[in-house]
Each structure stands twice: as C-alpha cells, then as structure tokens.
C-alpha cells in the first residue's frame, strides 16, 4: 500500500515565521503535489514537481517555496507565515502521467496549519 | 479557473438508497478522477475515467461520462452509513489536476 506520511498534524505559526511543511511518500512516485484545502474552495494546486530538483507553479504559488532533494521527500516552505496561510495542507504524489492518462493521485492525511 | 464543479453541495439520504452527485468542468480532459474524503483525512481515490469512455462500473460505484456536456455523474448503489464522506472530481491537463469543490454526502442508518 503507497503510504504518504506528512510530517505534523496540526501546527500553529506566527505571522512572519518560516514555516516547513514535510511530506514523504514510500512507493518511488515521480510526481508529489502540494494542496491546500479551504471550506468553498476545494482543493487547490500551489507547487509540483515531477522529478527530483524539477518544481512548477500551481495555480497558487504566491508566498510559498518548495524543495525536492530526494525523490522521495517534497518539502513545502512558507517564506513569510501570514494569517490567510491558516488553512488545510494536503500532500500527494503518483506514478509519472502514462500517454494520456494521469495515475492516481495518493494523498496524506494533511496538516491542518493556524498561523496567529 | 479550470476547477470543475459538484453538485450538488451537499446531499443527505437513507440507507439502502442510491446516491448521485455530478460534476461540470470547463475545459477539454484526458481523463476525469472522482476521490473520497472522510472527515479530517485525504483524499483516497475511487475510479478513473478516460476520455474515450462512457461509462465505468467499480463495485457499487458507476460513473458516468459525457464530454460533449463537459460534466461526469458518480453513482453510488444501496449507500451504507460507512459511505459518509465528502466527493470530489478531478480533471486532468498534462501533470496538473483541477479539483472540484465536492459533494458532501451523509447516509443516515
């Protein structure tokens, strides 16, 4: 079974912190996505990367950074916490996209992140 | 935005009845996904549909597929109490997916 194991809970930041937001998955997946998730809003795509060092915009980078050293690691950074940060983060990765069809995407149990 | 779109928002029913939840998108897709989401948890995924297809049958689940309309229906057959969660459709351009923003579905014992 793919297991995607994101690093905290629940967190609580203060405006202006770094925040690290850790995810790891366990099945060599190419691809990893970081979503964040707010009541009305849906699910929506901040960063991606499919391969190791490789990064794209989502539809909502602004105030966030990633890294990808590892291929099994993908790691999301807010520069500068601000309140309208406070949200559900959601991490998931799959197989690389196959022809046409895009595999599965297999998801973490989220970090529910507060920032004061 | 190329988020797609549920409805309804939210739908409540007795077990043992089906329960139907449809999804609109904007714009041409490889493929649609729908997920399922309890309570404080991801996401878990349930069926893929291609784009060349009509209709795909997975257990108790039929989805459905019409890209002429651009829209997908979910069907769920004789709902138990378990199948409470929330229920999203995904398309796909290239690498990147557009989630809907869901069907929240409660079946009552």
């Known amino acids: 079974d793919v297991k995607v194991t994101q690093s905290s809970r629940y967190l609580v930041k203060r405006t202006g912190e770094k925040v690290f937001l850790e995810c790891v998955q366990d099945?060599?997946?190419?691809?990893m996505f970081w979503y964040r998730q707010d009541p009305g809003l849906g699910l929506r795509l901040i960063y991606f990367?499919?391969?190791?060092?490789?990064?794209e915009k989502g539809d909502i980078p602004e105030g966030y950074s990633v890294s990808r050293e590892k291929k099994e690691r993908f790691s999301l950074i807010l520069e500068s916490a601000s309140t309208n940060q406070t949200s559900m983060y959601l991490c998931?990765?799959?197989?690389?996209?196959?022809?046409?069809?895009?595999?599965?995407?297999?998801f973490g149990d989220g970090t529910r992140l507060s920032i004061l | 935005s190329q988020q797609g779109e549920e409805d309804p928002q939210a739908l409540s029913i007795q077990e043992g009845e089906n329960a139907t939840m449809n999804c609109s998108y904007k714009?041409?897709?490889?493929?649609l996904q729908w997920y399922r989401q309890n309570s404080g948890r991801g996401l878990v995924h349930l069926i893929l549909?291609?784009?060349?297809?009509r209709e795909k049958h997975s257990g108790r689940l039929r989805v459905t597929l019409d890209t002429s309309k651009k829209s997908s229906s979910l069907l769920i057959t004789a709902s138990r109490a378990a199948d409470t969660a929330s229920y999203f459709c995904?398309?796909?351009?290239?690498?990147?997916?557009?989630f809907g923003t869901g069907t929240s579905l409660t079946v009552i014992p």
């Open positions: 990367s499919y391969d190791v060092k490789m990064k």
């Open positions: 998931a990765s799959s197989l690389k996209t196959l022809g046409q069809v895009n595999q599965p995407q297999h």
């Open positions: 549909i291609r784009s060349n297809e």
């Open positions: 099945m060599d997946h190419e691809n």
């Open positions: 995904a398309t796909s351009t290239g690498n990147q997916f557009y």
């Open positions: 714009t041409s897709i490889n493929n």
